[in-house]
């Protein structure tokens, strides 16, 4: 029992250094870190906030414009009807400890219409154990859930296309990519009025076989067409989110 249950973390451990190690690569660029926090569209249409936390998919390393970044395009398509605020509170690298200590507490002030979580990758690659991540996410959830009109998770795709990892990590990452993913769909599952992203399709397919287009400078981060991507996968999450959460702006209050 002893070796069993010491495979797996002897595994991750494994994958944390090897990924470390694939970090401090001097042959490729180390990318900053971007805002896509704005406000969009006219004064005088409906507000919608939006705010997201989170890791780097939401701080578009190595893209030109911060416009690109997934969860600004995703704001700027509902500026037609609202003037929406986008306050994103994402930092690099963050595993969802790091959301749960240094941005959930500002996300919960802020009580946006929308919620948008995207942390997991990091937990996977660095060692985290899958039942703390679930624990994190779940907590992460419930305190948004109390704030938020509505929340989309967005998940994990399949780290093991990285082509700034070794090929040696690329089986152990995808397995570990589909159970950290699975976890956030089983804890987003038990919230209401939360919605997660289907990462199982062109979130993961877009990006098999490393094709440079895909991918930043540093070949880690996800490029302008990988944020598109992402946009488009998300936008049907987003879009329910947004409903819920207009739906319950419009209930009378007791």
């Known amino acids: 029992m002893a070796l069993a249950v010491g495979l797996p973390a002897l595994?991750?451990?494994?994958?944390?250094?090897?990924?470390?190690?694939?970090?401090?690569?001097?042959?490729?660029?180390?990318?900053?870190?971007q805002d896509?926090?704005?406000?969009?569209?006219?004064?005088?249409?409906?507000?919608?906030?939006?705010?997201?936390?989170?890791d780097s998919s939401l701080t578009g390393p190595g893209l030109a414009s911060v416009d690109d970044i997934v969860l600004r395009r995703l704001a700027l398509s509902y500026s037609d009807r609202h003037r929406v605020e986008l306050i994103s509170l994402a930092v690099g690298g963050s595993k969802a400890l790091d959301v749960v200590e240094g941005q959930l507490d500002?996300?919960?002030?802020?009580?946006?219409?929308?919620a948008f979580v995207s942390v997991g990758s990091n937990d996977a690659m660095r060692g985290v154990p899958v039942w703390l991540y679930r624990r994190r996410l779940d907590l992460i959830l419930t305190r948004l859930g109390a704030a938020a009109g509505a929340t989309v998770v967005f998940g994990l795709?399949?780290?093991?296309?990285?082509?700034?990892?070794?090929?040696?990590l690329r089986r152990l990452l995808h397995r570990r990519s589909r159970v950290f993913d699975?976890?956030?769909?089983?804890?987003?599952?038990?919230?209401?009025?939360?919605?997660k992203v289907y990462t199982g399709g062109r979130v993961t397919t877009a990006f098999?076989?490393?094709?440079?287009?895909?991918?930043?400078?540093?070949?880690?981060?996800?490029?302008?067409?990988?944020?598109?991507?992402?946009?488009?996968?998300?936008?049907?999450?987003?879009?329910?989110?947004?409903?819920?959460?207009?739906?319950?702006?419009?209930?009378p209050r007791s």
Not at 16 to 23: C, N, P, Y
Not at 40 to 54: A, H, N, S, Y
Not at 106 to 114: G, M, Q
């Open 106 to 114: 500002r996300a919960v002030e802020l009580a946006p219409d929308v």
């Open 36 to 54: 896509a926090s704005g406000c969009f569209g006219d004064p005088t249409l409906p507000p919608l906030r939006i705010v997201g936390i989170g």
């Open 208 to 251: 098999t076989g490393g094709d440079p287009a895909m991918f930043a400078a540093d070949l880690f981060h996800a490029s302008e067409e990988g944020h598109r991507v992402f946009t488009e996968e998300a936008a049907p999450a987003f879009a329910t989110a947004y409903r819920l959460a207009m739906l319950r702006r419009s209930a």
């Open 182 to 195: 699975n976890a956030a769909g089983g804890v987003t599952a038990r919230h209401p009025r939360v919605i």
């Open 11 to 33: 595994a991750a451990a494994w994958v944390a250094a090897s990924v470390l190690r694939a970090a401090r690569r001097t042959d490729l660029p180390s990318l900053p870190n």
């Open 157 to 168: 795709g399949d780290l093991g296309v990285l082509p700034r990892l070794p090929r040696s």
